[in-house]
Every structure is written in C-alpha cells, then in structure tokens.
Nanobody, 115 residues
Framework: QVQLVESGGGLVQAGGSLRLSCAAS????????MGWYRQAPGKQRELVAG???????NYAASVKGRFTISRDNAKNTVYLQMNSLKPEDTAVYYC?????????WGQGTQVTVSS
C-alpha cells in the first residue's frame, strides 16, 4: 500500500494562505484519484477537493474559488493551495489516494485559522 505524507499545515490568520503537500511513496500517475478530506472537531470527515487521473477536479462548495488542487507527477506530490482562509476551515486535513477500491490515507496535518 502506498504511503502518503502530508505537510504544510499550521496556524494562520483569517484571510491568509497555506499550501498543503501530499507526497506519495510511489507513482501517483497510477492512481484513479487523489485529494483531500478534512475533519473538524465533533464533525464528520468531509471531502475538500479531488483530482482524478484525467486531471478533472472537484471541490466542496464551501471552498470553491478559494482552494486549488494540483499535482506534480514528476514529484509524486499532490498540493492543496488554500487562499482566503476562514476560521471554519480549521480542521485536520487528510490526503487520500484511490486505486480501484483501495484507498490509502495520510496521517493528517492540522490547519488552524484564527479570527
């Protein structure tokens, strides 16, 4: 199973930006889809953004226009650029990769947005 390592989380003021990275132990070009979920305290994990093998992307309505997902196949890394951050974006962000029915997860990275 692929190993996914997230980085780039931290504390930022509202209106600020962060870029999350998800580095995979293998080639990401073989995955059907990759992306990001997040989970805030007391809430269910929710999809934030995804990118499929063909390059199409999808976003949660709450982040559309503020977040951008991208990938670098040469670096086996997927990114999440987060702009205009809001306190409600505070959560642990998890990277995932899907190959067929198998889904791998990263360990998560904390994003905290102060008001």
């Amino acid at each position: 199973q692929v190993q996914l390592v997230e980085s780039g989380g931290g504390l930022v003021q509202a209106g600020g930006s962060l870029r999350l990275s998800c580095a995979a132990s293998g080639s990401i070009s073989s995955f059907n889809a990759m992306g990001w979920y997040r989970q805030a305290p007391g809430k269910q994990r929710e999809l934030v953004a995804g990118i499929i093998s063909g390059g199409s992307t999808n976003y949660a309505a709450s982040v559309k226009g503020r977040f951008t997902i991208s990938r670098d196949n040469a670096k086996n890394t997927v990114y999440l650029q987060m702009n205009s951050l809001k306190p409600e974006d505070t959560a642990v962000y998890y990277c995932y990769a899907r190959y067929g029915i198998v889904i791998s997860w990263g360990q998560g990275t904390q994003v905290t947005v102060s008001s």
